[in-house]
């Protein structure tokens, strides 16, 4: 994909993120530097198109041939009208003949009219064509970007914004092919070329006939100018639509619940009346731009038949050859209404396109080096070496200090801690989701920055609290990490995450379809087919961020007799706010406020008395008390 020189960075340790998000976001800069940027986006887009050279060549060519078969019209018209004239005056020529030089000139404006067709046709498919190319490439390009941007980016920019990036600017930038390149190319054909041919025949003439050219264009830029700031403002409106919808259907359950309908709706329909204000000013700019251009269109119709008229009647000028300013007029005429149309679309693409591009510009803040080689595993020894970390963000605080630990292939390790003590962080880090600000992590020595991110990757496989499941089936959601797995893996892999049974159940077994984003199965049914997921995949580094919270203690219980013969290949980590889960671990680090302020075995920490032992014995004393409830309720 072709890239602009200089390219925005994301990321949550990159200098001026905040700016690079309000140009991608629209909210942008000075008039001068718009324009700047206008052309250059403008020029990017036919970049891109050039790269499909044949159409391209054989649509301008076309293009150029159906404004030249259009240009004959004119003289051949006049012709044929003083043609007719001289043999009205001529009383020598006999009817046959008349006939037949009217029939040839006929035929001679019906051959140049069905070539301009012919070749108007050709001109429209290529150009159709090519944005659908263009589209196409630029489809695959936005959506693979999306794929390789990190985690703060997202963190950052809703869905909503992102699909209507996606699908409303790449259309609007699609459309700038036909509806504005090639469209330029013919009025620049039938003005310029008509222009050479009208001054050439009579200067006065010439100059009314096209005296309406320079006020259009005055009237196109600056139309142009306000169309494209209501072009940004209603991508702006409809990428908020796009959010609320999203949100909403996402949450729908929890809208129904709380019988919030009334409120959706009052909410979508006060944004969609705002998409609707701008819409209209945009149509009225348009509307209102076409009208004065082709106003000024008729004005000028009308002083070539006042003054070529008088000329006509003084006997200075033929019939014909009025005719041919006249009938040159005429033609210009459709494509003079078609300038608004025109302006749109430029307006329309620079606008769409700065949009597009400013996402496709991003480099990935979390990337390879150029000299990182895939990680080299040996003993599986995770080492965290007083790692900090906070999240971007102007002010933001830290959510880890100095934390440093170690944990090798078949020993398990602990984290547990208030909400907001860096728990998950921890597990976003080891796959480098995130880079620490401060410190290191390395798996054998190796700084997990050094070495390739999908090796890593393939290393480390995190079980997360609230799983994603793919609109697929059950087997398919739990072969995602590699899909060529045969049915044995995936069985073993239900088995461990004690699912098993449950699939027996289901109509179609592994082949049940999971509904969207997993709705169709419980929290911990969902739960366990992550579990599935991560460890048939046999990683050297398992972690477990809380993802057995949804799952009952005796199901978990099992499930981690289980995972026995996995964790004894894996160095584990396991976060979890139930010490049940914990209580075997080799080691356990209890974090506060971003620090680890205990460590050691279970039975230490224990001994200990400190947090670890008070939380345990608070959650030991509301299992007790939780007991003889169930046992009076059953």
Aim: charged share 20%; proline share 3%; hydrophobic share 45%.
């Amino acid at each position: 994909m072709a890239r602009s020189n200089a390219t925005a960075k994301e990321g949550p340790n990159t200098a001026g993120l905040a700016s690079h998000l309000d140009v991608y976001l629209g909210r942008s800069t000075a008039a001068d530097q718009r324009h700047s940027a206008d052309t250059a986006v403008l020029l990017r887009i036919i970049r891109l198109a050039l790269r499909y050279r044949v159409r391209v060549a054989l649509a301008v060519a076309a293009t150029v041939a159906a404004a030249f078969f259009q240009l004959m019209i004119p003289p051949l018209l006049g012709a044929a009208v003083d043609n007719a004239l001289g043999l009205l005056r001529d009383g020598s020529v006999g009817a046959t003949d008349a006939r037949a030089a009217l029939i040839q000139a006929a035929l001679l404006l019906l051959g140049a009219s069905i070539l301009r067709g012919a070749f108007t046709l050709i001109h429209n498919y290529n150009g159709e064509a090519i944005g659908h190319l263009l589209a196409y490439d630029l489809r695959l390009a936005f959506y693979d970007k999306l794929q390789s941007l990190s985690f703060s980016f997202h963190d950052r920019v809703h869905t909503g914004e992102l699909i209507t990036r996606g699908m409303l600017d790449l259309d609007g930038v699609r459309m700038f092919v036909n509806t504005g390149l090639l469209r330029l190319v013919l009025l620049a054909n039938l003005i310029g070329i008509g222009a050479y041919l009208l001054l050439s025949t009579d200067l006065i003439l010439g100059l009314l006939s096209l005296s309406f050219v320079p006020f259009v264009a005055w009237r196109s830029s600056t139309a142009r100018l306000r169309l494209r700031t209501l072009w940004l403002a209603l991508q702006q409106k409809m990428a908020g639509l796009g959010q609320i919808m999203d949100e909403n259907l996402t949450g729908i359950r929890v809208v129904r619940a709380f019988g919030a309908e009334p409120y959706e709706i009052e909410k979508y329909d006060a944004a969609a009346d705002e998409a609707m204000t701008i819409a209209r000013e945009r149509i009225k700019t348009r509307v209102s731009s076409t009208t004065i251009m082709t106003y000024a269109y008729f004005v000028a119709m009308g002083l070539v038949l006042w003054v070529g008229g008088l000329r006509v009647l003084e006997g200075t000028m033929t019939v014909g050859t009025l005719t041919v300013f006249l009938t040159f007029i005429t033609i210009l005429q459709a494509p003079v209404r078609q300038l608004g149309l025109l302006v749109n679309a430029i307006a329309r693409a620079s606008t769409c396109g700065s949009r597009l591009f400013a996402v496709l510009d991003l480099q990935p803040a979390i990337d390879d080096h150029d000299s990182a080689g895939p990680l080299d595993l040996t003993d599986g020894a995770v080492r965290f070496e007083n790692v900090s970390f906070a999240y971007a963000g102007e002010g933001a605080p830290p959510v880890l200090h100095d934390v440093s630990f170690e944990v090798h292939r078949g020993k398990s390790l602990g984290i547990v801690g208030p909400p907001g003590s860096g728990k998950s962080t921890i597990a976003n880090l080891l796959p480098r989701y995130y880079d620490p600000s401060g410190g290191r992590i390395t798996i054998d020595g190796q700084d997990i920055r050094e070495v390739t991110v999908a090796s890593l990757r393939q290393a480390v496989r995190v079980v997360q609290q609230d799983p994603f499941l793919f609109t697929a089936s059950l087997e398919n959601n739990i072969a995602y990490g590699d899909p060529w797995a045969d049915y044995g893996m995936i069985q073993d892999a239900a088995s461990v995450a004690q699912i098993d049974g449950f699939v027996d159940l289901l109509p179609d077994g592994y082949g049940t379809l999971v509904g969207e984003r997993g709705v169709s199965l419980s929290g911990g049914q969902k739960q366990r087919v992550a579990i599935a997921r991560a460890t048939m995949l046999r990683s050297a580094v398992l972690i477990f961020d809380d993802s057995t919270a949804a799952i009952d203690a005796e199901t978990e219980q099992r499930i981690r007799e289980s995972l026995k013969a996995h964790m004894e290949d894996a160095a584990t980590i396991i976060i979890s706010h139930r010490l049940g889960a914990l209580r075997h671990a080799d080691e356990i680090v209890f974090l506060e406020a971003g620090r680890i302020v205990e460590r050691g075995s279970h039975d230490v920490l224990i001994a200990e008395g400190g947090r670890y032992a008070a939380l345990f014995a608070l959650q030991s004393r509301g299992n007790d008390e939780e007991s003889p409830a169930k046992g009076a309720a059953e």
